[in-house]
């Protein structure tokens, strides 16, 4: 089978069997165990993830560094360009939006992966390590990507299927990659070019990323001084002084709750069960058959 994008066909690493793969209650079960660690590596089999496998591919590691790094590129470059060319003279504005906060998040994920896979001394498995559990590094991966993956692909959906205004947005270069472009590098990256083992407890990682937003959206929308002047704005309506018009908590609370619920009730599970299971499709087994944990 295949470790990733990047990867050749190999009969030597044993990747979990159908049986595995296709039971995801016996996975989630295991998973949100209280005996099974946030960032425990176990298989309900009793077998342990891979770490190198699964977070930096041994073979053809050096494409896979190319790789990391013109995605990290591409997404830096993309925030300077939004930032230089898009962004209005208030540049402080930029951090008050959730969308950017992922789009961080995005890149945070992205040059820790790129860090992993040059840096190969933190991709030991947990039994070699001193306290039993993965290096930081691979554990601020696994956090990047639980809120970036999910957190991503729900920006996608909610700003274009709520936010997307024809009169106040255009379809850019900033926007497509703000809304979905660099969002899709990093499911490419956790999906295809590695399988980031994304765990049914990582919920919590971005339940509480959006709890925070939440809160500071609150805050910002009281003691704040509004959005700042954008072209397509209706004078008339008070909710478009909120960072978001769905999230107008001083003109419009039962909206703002409401959407806030959905959000962290529905939205968040439901696509953060979808990049779950996505990972459940190739988690490669570690196998200590020589000091390295290769065969």
């Not at 696994?142 to 999910?150: E, V």
């Not at 500071?216 to 978001?244: C, K, Q, T």
Request: net charge negative.
């Amino acid at each position: 089978m295949n470790e990733g994008l990047l990867q050749e066909e190999s009969t030597a690493d044993p990747m979990q069997t159908p049986s595995e793969s296709a039971s995801c209650c016996s996975n989630i079960k295991h998973e949100l165990s209280s005996s099974t660690p946030i960032f425990s590596l176990s298989k309900p089999s009793g077998d342990v993830i891979d770490v190198e496998k699964s977070f930096a591919p041994p073979r053809k590691f050096h494409l896979t560094i190319i790789l990391r790094a013109v995605f990290l590129a591409f997404s830096i470059f993309s925030m300077g360009y939004k930032l230089v060319v898009v962004w209005p003279v208030d540049y402080w504005r930029f951090v008050l939006y959730l969308t950017h906060w992922t789009f961080a998040a995005s890149i945070a994920y992205q040059a820790t992966a790129l860090y992993v896979t040059v840096l190969r001394s933190n991709l030991v498995q947990p039994e070699e390590t001193d306290d039993g559990k993965p290096t930081f590094p691979i554990r601020l991966m696994s956090t990047l990507y639980a809120i970036a993956a999910p957190a991503g692909t729900s920006v996608f959906a909610i700003y274009w299927g709520l936010e997307y205004n024809p009169v106040k947005h255009s379809i850019d270069f900033a926007n497509i990659t703000f809304h979905g472009l660099v969002a899709a590098t990093v499911l490419i990256d956790g999906i295809l070019v590695c399988s980031v083992p994304v765990r049914a407890k990582h919920l919590l990682i971005l339940t509480v990323y959006s709890v925070v937003y939440v809160l500071f959206n609150i805050l910002y929308e009281f003691v704040g001084n509004g959005d700042g002047d954008w072209a397509g704005e209706d004078p008339n309506d008070p909710r478009e002084d909120s960072l978001y018009i769905s999230l107008s908590w001083s003109e419009d609370l039962t909206g703002a709750v409401s959407l806030t619920a959905v959000q962290l009730l529905v939205i968040n599970p439901f696509f953060f069960f979808i990049i779950w299971s996505l990972s459940l499709l190739r988690r490669p087994t570690f196998v200590p058959s020589s000091v390295s944990g290769k065969v």
